[in-house]
């Protein structure tokens, strides 16, 4: 199976979610009355990382994200100094929103373009039920130095002048167990810093980053006043690309290929020659183990069914098309500038794919669908088509 045919599907489904054994990611905010400024390590196995702007709109913000292969944002900044990103947690079921409505899409991305504070974005977050996020946490971080971990059933506030996330939720571990290595090197770091800098936030990242099959990918600290951002690629700290928001979002929307920004490193080509060849099956590995869903067995569906749901799909949310159509009897579809790849029929509107670990659920009154996989839900609508 080729790197291309998988790579905006499973940024879609695994994204920010490696294996539960492996240590990822550090996301740091750290404040000294002057300077507001976050950090993040993004530490994974996909080295096509892409910079999306998203501009203002009636009613929303606008953007600066990133993301892998694919659209799905692992993390970002709005126009109003709002910042979020996301690490991988060990599974632990979120309950006490379960009363609370499912919001059908990313209701990060829908913070950001939405909410202008931490306290506008957990009003948010109160709303809907949080059962997606059983395997992830998120730090969100505001222009005035607020900032919050949003572990599902806990909400744990910054205090003092800096916080940190890693893989661990701190409201289950007391600070006397915290094992996590990154946490403690950036911690010690952090709280001996009279100064914020962007240099400072740099060093602590540079400190804690990841090399192996899990290496950090990307790097980025953010001035959350001046909403600029600095942009550092695979773990190379000597070479900084530089945003400003505001000058940014005023070219469009646009997807930029990070690395390309970056001259040549032999350990970052390197890497991209072992994924190329290996990146697939790690992503399947870490797919399979994140993903809630069974396999079921195929069935058979009329033709005339079938026929139903060819067409043209969008996700408002990701930016992404799907395209659905009918070969030889059976539906398979494809993503924006992606192969095609086959969908098994388990139901007359169920059908699923990658080993039965995504399932696409058509909704004929609706004219979409929703593909579902690990406690998560996103919505495509139908643009063209039947």
Not at 58 to 71: D, E, N
Not at 142 to 157: F, L, S
Not at 214 to 227: A, C, E
Not at 264 to 285: C, D, H, I, M, S
Request: aromatic residues 10%; proline residues 4%.
């Amino acid at each position: 199976m080729q790197a291309k045919r998988l790579s905006v599907l499973l940024s879609l489904c695994v994204a920010a979610l490696p294996l539960p054994s492996v240590c990822a990611c550090t996301i740091l905010i750290a404040t000294d009355g002057d300077r507001v400024l976050v950090g993040n390590n993004e530490d994974w196995i996909d080295p096509n990382g892409r910079i999306n702007f998203v501009p203002a709109s009636p009613g929303r913000y606008g953007m600066i994200y990133f993301s892998h292969s694919g659209t799905f944002p692992q993390g970002g900044m709005n126009d109003q100094g709002l910042f979020f990103d996301g690490a991988a947690t060990a599974t632990h079921p979120v309950t006490s929103s379960a009363n609370k409505p499912t919001f059908e899409g990313d209701l990060q991305y829908k913070i950001m373009r939405e909410c202008a504070t931490v306290e506008e974005a957990l009003a948010v977050y109160d709303r809907y039920n949080l059962a997606f996020m059983a395997g992830h946490q998120t730090l969100i971080a505001d222009a005035t130095g607020d900032a919050a971990i949003i572990e599902g059933d806990t909400i744990v506030r910054k205090k003092g002048n800096y916080q940190i996330a890693t893989n661990f939720r701190h409201s289950q571990t007391p600070s006397e167990n915290i094992e996590c290595g990154r946490y403690k090197i950036a911690e010690a770091m952090l709280s001996e810093a009279d100064v914020v800098t962007v240099e400072s936030v740099r060093d602590v990242l540079a400190a804690v980053h990841q090399e192996g099959k899990n290496s950090t990918q990307y790097s980025n600290v953010y001035d959350l006043k001046n909403r600029v951002v600095y942009v550092y690629h695979f773990h190379n700290f000597t070479n900084v690309v530089k945003f400003n928001l505001a000058d940014e979002l005023k070219q469009g929307a646009r997807v930029i290929d990070l690395p390309s920004l970056f001259p040549a490193t032999f350990a970052a080509e390197n890497f991209a020659k072992v994924y190329a060849e290996w990146g697939p099956r790690w992503q399947l590995e870490a797919f399979r183990a994140r993903s809630g869903l069974t396999p079921r067995p195929e069935v058979a569906v009329p033709t005339k069914t079938l026929e139903h749901y060819v067409g043209e799909y969008e996700s408002d949310t990701h930016h992404l098309g799907m395209k659905i159509v009918l070969k030889n009897g059976k539906l398979k579809a494809e993503a924006t500038g992606q192969e095609e790849f086959p969908l098994t029929a388990v139901s007359d509107n169920t059908f699923q794919f990658i080993d039965g670990g995504i399932e696409i659920v058509f909704d004929q009154k609706e004219a979409g669908f929703s593909l579902k996989q690990h406690n998560r839900t996103d919505v495509f609508v139908r643009t063209s088509g039947r």
